[in-house]
């Protein structure tokens, strides 16, 4: 719900609270008061009756007596006792629905003076024609609770109304600021900002620009030693590698220190190689231009498992990989690291077991066996962790592959699919 719906909703519904609330009072005052008025005109004509000196009598509509029986038939109809409580009125409606007069009224009133009681009584049995007769020379009578209840709605429906037009002077600079801070980009920075109106809007606005502002110097800085790694990084790397190469010719039968010695440099260039590569590519964010291009799955899972077989030298592991000739349409890069670091996931943590890769189509799974307990245990909340799989996470959410790791007592598997799913 947005805050522009909640907040209408909230002080219209406040609103017809206290509309109603007034209404209903205003009604009642009303009532009250006319109540109220032949309350005390029949209490008057109660304490003066004893001076006229007569049984009975009648005054305008009200009849005053002294005597029960001579109270009128219609008036005893509808109060067969005559009621305990002096002083004060009592009435009775016929066919009254609240939005329009009674058509019968009935009223009594047992007036306590000089230890007399004398009662007064008026009825009414044709309301509706004396009003008509009343306004006859009117075309239109609205009833007086109509009349309350008309100014409710009508102070409900003002009120709605200034409340849209407030909403809509209101809401034309937040979504046009809304719309402002969607479509600011790196290149808009340089404009200036747009005047909303309201201090307070023009204030966030400020404060979305300066933020931005300084997103963009990040990245610019990021970017500018990006440029600087991405040369001071490779350089050396090529170096030891090509110079490793170099010194296979040079020396091709080293004794077996220094082969050891020639491995272990191998190794690590390659691993530096490896994993410079990758931080460069995910910090440039390449893979928006990536060219796609038809891959032969197969051989390039075989060709990344020779270049880390040395992860596997001294460890009783056996890889078995089994791929078939497919060609899928790939970015290969991404690609690449994906399987460069599931691959290299699965030697670093089986140190005596089994580690099987089927590969078909554009479908492929990695399992890595463990048949060291010790091992096992010690790998039991690491595996799967590290740097190399956050890439591999990073990397599969963002080009939509399907990617899912799973756990089958001593055997870990990586199923991943490189198409949409």
């Known amino acids: 719900m947005s805050i522009r719906k909640y907040i209408f909703g909230l002080l219209t519904s406040l609103v017809l609270l206290i509309a109603i609330m007034l209404s209903y009072q205003s009604a009642s005052l009303f009532i009250k008061s006319f109540q109220m008025v032949i309350e005390d005109m029949m209490l008057e004509l109660g304490r003066i009756y004893p001076e006229l000196g007569s049984i009975k009598h009648q005054i305008l509509d009200y009849h005053i007596t002294t005597q029960w029986q001579e109270v009128p038939k219609p008036v005893r109809d509808h109060f067969p006792n005559i009621p305990k409580e002096t002083n004060k009125l009592h009435s009775k409606f016929v066919d009254w629905i609240y939005l329009s007069p009674p058509k019968k009224i009935y009223s009594l009133m047992v007036v306590e003076h000089n230890e007399k009681y004398v009662y007064v009584s008026s009825f009414d049995e044709n309301v509706h024609e004396k009003i008509k007769k009343i306004h006859k020379d009117h075309d239109f009578n609205i009833d007086p609770i109509v009349r309350i209840i008309l100014f409710g709605l009508g102070g409900i429906g003002l009120f709605v109304i200034v409340l849209l037009s407030i909403f809509k002077r209101m809401a034309g600079p937040m979504e046009r600021l809304q719309k402002w801070a969607k479509n600011l980009g790196l290149n808009d920075l340089e404009r200036d900002i747009p005047d909303f109106k309201f201090k307070e809007l023009n204030d966030l606005s400020s404060l979305i620009h300066s933020n931005l502002v300084s997103v963009a110097n990040s990245i610019e800085r990021e970017q500018d030693f990006l440029g600087y790694a991405s040369h001071e990084l490779r350089t050396p790397i090529a170096v030891l590698r090509s110079n490793s190469a170099l010194l296979e010719k040079i020396s091709p039968n080293p004794s077996e220190k220094e082969r050891e010695v020639r491995d272990r440099i191998s190794r690590a260039s390659l691993t530096m190689k490896s994993m ?146």
């Not at 691959?343 to 048949?371: L, M, P, S, Y």
């Not at 590290?386 to 790791?405: C, D, N, P, R, S």
């Open 276 to 421: 410079t590569e990758t931080l460069l590519w995910m910090s440039r964010g390449d893979g928006q231009n990536l060219q796609y291009e038809s891959i032969n799955l197969g051989e390039l899972i075989n060709n990344i498992h020779q270049e880390l077989s040395y992860l596997l030298v001294a460890k009783d592991v056996n890889v078995k990989v089994d791929s078939d000739s497919s060609k899928v349409s790939l970015a290969l890069t991404p690609s690449v690291i994906v399987l460069n670091n599931l691959i290299r996931n699965a030697f670093q943590h089986t140190q005596k077991g089994d580690v099987i890769i089927t590969q078909r189509k554009d479908k492929v799974r990695i399992e890595n066996i463990e048949c060291d307990d010790e091992v096992l245990i010690n790998n039991k909340h690491s595996l799967g962790f590290g740097l190399g799989m956050q890439l591999v996470e990073k990397l599969t959410a963002q080009f939509g592959w399907y990617y899912e790791i799973s756990q089958q007592g001593e055997s870990y598997q990586v199923d991943i699919a490189f198409t949409l799913e």
